[in-house]
């Protein structure tokens, strides 16, 4: 399966901090917003990943993540000149995904959860279909809302309803056979002018092969796009890493564990890091190694 971070847009609701910076370079307490949606891409066994941004933005993030030959893992970059919606991503990636089933992440959310590597890699054995995660929020008017029938069944997924009909959104993370570079091209722009990923995934729910899998409690799923959203993920991730003393989001301890790089790879990346956080890899290679 092939791996694609949309990490493109313009973040203007984040203006002015985002005007010098693109929003997925911002930091989360301790690593840069795009670590954490790389890390899901990684622990799902993904190891070819294609990263979509804007032509300014593009260099910072080769500068920042380079070819992914540290990391045991290969990064492609690709454009995206305007944000004309998620669901151009899989038509700018065409190419980039060739046969293959493709698992997609926006590079503004954050996951985390009990089993939820389990669940990532099940899901990235995906041959035929999509899958979907749901999440429940309290502000669903500002996602992609799931409708069920009385047998919890899916009905449909709306786009930003002003009445939602649930409070469960589809988070931003997709996995879908390799028809959805066709389903892609087939959808028209919405009213926004946007090819809308909610449109893609209403296309499988109509053929019978859209599986919806909740994330109940002892998940977390964050969508930094406001000021407030961004301080409450670094609390997030620092309480959790201050109370397990583990790190969430760490690109290259995924590396290691998912066994993309070995001891001596962790090593030369630690050594890299003169802070806290290169002193936290080499305590892995001794509990690990």
Not at 80 to 102: C, K, N, S
Request: proline residues 4%.
């Amino acid at each position: 399966m092939r791996g694609i971070i949309l990490a493109g847009g313009k973040a203007t609701r984040l203006y002015p901090i985002t005007k010098g910076v693109c929003k997925q370079m911002l930091p989360i307490y301790d690593k840069p917003l795009i670590y954490y949606p790389l890390s899901v891409l990684m622990l799902s066994g993904i190891k070819e990943i294609l990263i979509i941004s804007t032509p300014k933005d593009i260099p910072r993030f080769k500068d920042l993540l380079g070819d992914g030959q540290d990391l045991g893992v290969k990064f492609f970059y690709a454009v995206q000149d305007q944000p004309r919606g998620i669901a151009e991503a899989f038509i700018i990636a065409e190419d980039f995904i060739g046969q293959d089933p493709v698992c997609l992440i926006l590079g503004d959310n954050i996951f985390y959860g009990h089993d939820l590597v389990k669940d990532l890699e099940e899901a990235a054995s995906l041959k035929n279909g999509a899958i979907v995660f749901g999440y429940q929020v309290k502000d669903p008017q500002r996602y992609g809302v799931i409708q069920f029938d009385r047998n919890k069944q899916v009905l449909s997924i709306v786009e930003k309803p002003k009445k939602p009909k649930s409070n469960w959104a589809v988070t931003g993370i997709y996995f879908y056979d390799n028809k959805v570079i066709k389903i892609a091209k087939s959808i028209k722009p919405s009213k926004r002018g946007e090819l809308e990923i909610t449109d893609v995934n209403n296309k499988y729910l109509k053929q019978r092969s859209l599986q919806v899998k909740l994330l109940g409690r002892g998940h977390a799923w964050l969508d930094t796009g406001t000021y407030d959203s961004l301080i409450d993920a670094s609390i997030f991730v620092k309480a959790l890493q201050e109370r397990e003393g583990l790190k969430i989001g760490s690109i290259e301890e995924a590396a290691f564990r998912m066994g993309y790089i070995n001891k001596d790879g962790l090593l030369r990346l630690a050594g890299k890091i003169n802070t806290d956080y290169g002193s936290y890899l080499v305590q892995i290679t001794k509990e690990i190694g």
